[in-house]
């Protein structure tokens, strides 16, 4: 299986900060890196696929970028409702994977 | 609106068989993977089961190879996962989601998740 390592486990930053979590894979997934956010008591929403695409309606302070086999996902002017767990996930081969999971608090 | 509802979840002792059932809305279900997803309490994400557009694909976790069936019915637009031989681990809220594949998949619509406790 293909391992996700994802850090930090936790993080705290300001309203209007730019913070970054990082996902590094085991082996090259060829950009099929997946990203989302959970709220508590939430399901889980889909933000980035394909390491850097969008999903609709999800605002552009998220976005998505890739190093090798160490993926990014970028929140820019960081907004109250931004707080939440984000977990990144390949979708390059069976089984899927996710990593561990960032708490972002918001100060 | 894409709407996914599931249900058919609860308390159950190890060992017992739990039939978990989720009901589609609001797009063309046969047009979708289909794929549960669970989460242990205060635990991580965990991908169990995929099934493809007519289901002639199934695909599973190695812990739950051989207990668990991912079905669907494309009439009805509901999926199902039949679970057996149930043990303390498989607790977690499970969700039913939707799957773009890609060799893996990624999972685009959630819905709330139903909870599954095995316990005596």
């Known amino acids: 299986d293909i391992q996700m390592t994802q850090s930090p486990a936790s993080l705290s930053a300001s309203l209007g900060e730019t913070v970054t979590i990082e996902c590094l894979a085991s082996?090259?997934?060829?950009?099929?890196l997946a990203w989302y956010q959970q709220k508590p008591g939430k399901s889980p929403q889909l933000l980035i696929y394909d390491a850097s695409s969008l999903q609709d309606g999800v605002p552009s302070r998220f976005s998505g970028s890739e190093s090798g086999t160490q993926y990014s996902l970028e929140i820019n002017s960081l907004q109250s409702e931004d707080a939440a767990t984000y977990f990144c996930?390949?979708?390059?081969?069976?089984?899927?994977?996710f990593g561990s999971g960032t708490k972002l608090e918001i100060k | 609106e894409v709407q996914l509802v599931e249900s058919g979840g609860g308390l159950v002792q190890p060992g017992r068989s739990l039939k978990l059932s989720c009901a589609a809305s609001g797009f063309t279900f046969s047009d979708y993977y289909m794929a549960w997803v669970r989460q242990a309490p205060t635990k991580g994400l965990e991908w169990v089961a995929s099934?493809?557009?007519?289901?002639?694909?199934?695909y599973y976790r190695d812990s739950v190879k051989g207990r668990f069936t991912i079905s669907r019915d494309n009439a009805k637009s509901s999926l199902y996962l039949q679970m057996d031989s149930l043990r303390s681990e498989d607790t977690a809220t499970y969700y039913c989601?939707?799957?773009?594949?890609?060799?893996?998949?990624?999972?685009?619509?959630w819905g709330q998740g139903v909870m599954v406790t095995v316990s005596s």
């Open positions: 996930q390949q979708h390059h081969d069976y089984p899927p994977t």
């Open positions: 099934i493809s557009y007519d289901g002639g694909s199934t």
């Open positions: 082996e090259d997934i060829y950009s099929n």
């Open positions: 989601t939707t799957g773009i594949t890609t060799g893996g998949d990624y999972f685009d619509y």
